[in-house]
């Protein structure tokens, strides 16, 4: 009897709510009995979605108070002063990053099987690589079809101004090499604060001159380094065995008290969005000039971004799920408002592995894992901008690409994007890369970073929500393959004739039910499969 219990439960859990359970968004499916009073309903709503709400309301008033304060001209300092709480949000989301991406992942990799382990990093690279190769070609074909470069500019002295916001030039084969000496740090402690990057110093080789290059410490975490090496550290725990148990569950502890933290800076997170928003509004010197010098620009990455995020992912999503991608967007809606205020992924990231695990029902082994990991290597949104600004480049420079150079654009994008850091403004640095590879002046970038602040934090949603849909994909995967795993050992069980000695070996579940009484007899036999 209890294994028909349990066989009905499997099929039933298949990562949905049943019909009498409330949905992970506050709406409630349908009910059996007498129907909810529209107040109740509307109550239980509000208190369910309430930090979405605070998050929507901090984002438009911090327009206006933008908008208001732009209006009496204030000074250097006192913008300074207006965007403060907005600053102390982002100090708090960056002080949590490295115990929570080291103790996810250290946890995470500890928990999963190593076979499992392969397979389920297999699937998230791959969805992660088709995806940003997917953006990158719809930044190129909008790039195309839009012509952003072909407008009329007077740009020279917003170029003048920007000069020291450009990338020094750097040769493509020392960008790669530099990020394959980031996966391994030499000094753990300085890879929470610098990473490993190349300057050139010319030198008299036999009177002809070199450009030779000196590697230097640059200030920004060495997230690459971090997230590689928990994840090995982590593997290595699960081989020792016993004698990893004791570290594995300080990492585990360690990771639940930084997802309290996390869950107390949720809350206010939308008065800093509220005066990150309001500060950039203030600091903006003449929007109008702006939008009509670079609107096309502009409009090219938002329209890209909207499609891909939009459109693709979801379709993607909703192909391989058959649920509804949209209810899965807004359960991460804080967390994607949090990325536009931030204009960082890696800051964004606490918030994230609180969303999808309370709101969209990712398992922590999953979430905790994936996540951190796209956040290093997974830039949608990133990528798409680098290939409509190189193409935009391009046409100001009336310089007509080929087909070679075009697939070049779409390959550097998408390898240069793996890895880049997770910081504001960290996709104007791989794009310098892009156009050396193609033959283009970096001077130009100087334009890109004059609307930077915007396009900036369009991609940061981009890439927040492709991590987060690569969790919820990897979720369905894992439910589907344990699903299928559950209803086999059933049937073992039952073809079995003594079905009460095979259970302890075969199925944790029907072990929980249907062994309560005979947990005596058996207990001698689960001390020595211990």
């Given at each position: 009897m209890a294994e028909k219990v349990d066989l009905e439960e499997v099929?039933?859990?298949?990562?949905?709510?049943?019909?009498?359970?409330?949905?992970?968004?506050?709406?409630?499916?349908?009910?059996?009995?007498?129907?909810?009073?529209?107040?109740?309903?509307?109550?239980?709503?509000?208190?369910?979605?309430?930090?979405?709400?605070?998050?929507?309301?901090?984002?438009?008033?911090?327009?206006?108070?933008?908008?208001?304060?732009?209006?009496?001209?204030?000074?250097?300092?006192?913008?300074?002063?207006?965007?403060?709480?907005?600053?102390?949000?982002?100090?708090?989301?960056?002080?949590?990053?490295?115990?929570?991406?080291?103790?996810?992942?250290?946890?995470?990799?500890?928990?999963?099987?190593?076979?499992?382990?392969?397979?389920?990093?297999?699937?998230?690279?791959?969805?992660?690589?088709?995806?940003?190769?997917?953006?990158?070609s719809i930044g190129v074909v909008m790039a195309f079809i839009i012509k952003p470069g072909n407008v009329e500019m007077n740009t020279t002295a917003n170029a003048k101004d920007m000069t020291d916001g450009i990338p020094a030039n750097k040769e493509v084969i020392d960008s790669f090499l530099d990020l394959i000496r980031n996966i391994f740090p030499s000094n753990l402690v300085s890879a929470a604060f610098q990473s490993y990057g190349t300057s050139y110093k010319m030198m008299n080789t036999s009177g002809i001159p070199e450009k030779v290059p000196i590697g230097t410490d640059q200030d920004g975490m060495n997230i690459l380094g971090l997230v590689v090496f928990a994840i090995v550290f982590g593997v290595a725990l699960r081989k020792l065995g016993e004698e990893g148990e004791i570290l594995i569950k300080f990492f585990n502890s360690f990771n639940e008290a930084t997802m309290v933290l996390v869950s107390w800076i949720m809350w206010y997170a939308p008065i800093g969005i509220m005066f990150l928003v309001a500060g950039k509004i203030v600091e903006m010197d003449d929007v109008g000039k702006l939008f009509a010098s670079l609107g096309k620009y502009i409009a090219c990455c938002m329209i890209g971004h909207a499609i891909h995020g939009l459109l693709v992912l979801p379709f993607i999503y909703f192909i391989f799920t058959r649920k509804n991608p949209y209810t899965f967007l807004w359960g991460i809606f804080t967390a994607l408002a949090t990325a536009f205020g931030t204009s960082s992924s890696s800051a964004t990231l606490p918030l994230m592995m609180k969303c999808v695990e309370e709101k969209n029902?990712?398992?922590?082994?999953?979430?905790?894992?994936?996540?951190?990991?796209?956040?290093?290597?997974?830039?949608?949104?990133?990528?798409?901008?680098?290939?409509?600004?190189?193409?935009?480049?391009?046409?100001?420079?009336?310089?007509?690409?080929?087909?070679?150079?075009?697939?070049?654009?779409l390959v550097t994008a998408t390898a240069s994007s793996v890895g880049a850091a997770g910081i504001p403004a960290g996709g104007v640095l791989t794009l310098a890369i892009i156009l050396e590879a193609i033959g283009l002046p970096t001077s130009d970038i100087s334009l890109i970073l004059a609307v930077d602040w915007l396009v900036d934090r369009t991609c940061t949603v981009l890439n927040v929500e492709g991590d987060a849909f690569g969790a919820g994909l990897l979720q369905h995967f894992v439910d589907k393959t344990s699903k299928h795993e559950g209803v086999?050992?059933?049937?073992?069980?039952?073809?079995?004739?003594?079905?009460?000695?095979?259970?302890?070996?075969?199925?944790?579940?029907?072990?929980?039910?249907?062994?309560?009484?005979?947990?005596?007899?058996?207990?001698?036999?689960?001390?020595?499969?211990?």
């Open positions: 099929k039933a859990s298949n990562g949905e709510a049943h019909r009498d359970e409330p949905l992970a968004n506050g709406f409630a499916g349908q009910r059996k009995g007498s129907p909810e009073p529209m107040s109740e309903r509307v109550k239980r709503i509000v208190k369910a979605n309430l930090l979405v709400i605070l998050t929507v309301a901090g984002v438009i008033v911090g327009v206006f108070i933008g908008l208001g304060v732009r209006t009496v001209s204030p000074t250097i300092t006192q913008q300074i002063y207006i965007g403060f709480p907005g600053e102390i949000l982002i100090r708090l989301l960056k002080m949590i990053i490295i115990p929570l991406v080291v103790c996810s992942l250290v946890s995470g990799a500890a928990s999963i099987d190593p076979k499992a382990l392969g397979k389920l990093g297999g699937w998230a690279m791959l969805f992660f690589l088709v995806t940003t190769l997917i953006a990158s029902g990712v398992s922590k082994h999953i979430s905790r894992f994936i996540l951190p990991i796209g956040a290093t290597v997974n830039m949608d949104g990133a990528a798409l901008f680098q290939c409509v600004a190189a193409v935009f480049i391009a046409q100001l420079n009336n310089t007509s690409l080929n087909f070679i150079q075009v697939i070049t654009i086999e050992e059933l049937s073992e069980v039952r073809m079995d004739g003594d079905a009460a000695a095979a259970m302890p070996e075969h199925s944790p579940l029907i072990d929980k039910r249907g062994l309560e009484g005979a947990k005596g007899d058996l207990s001698s036999e689960k001390e020595s499969s211990m």
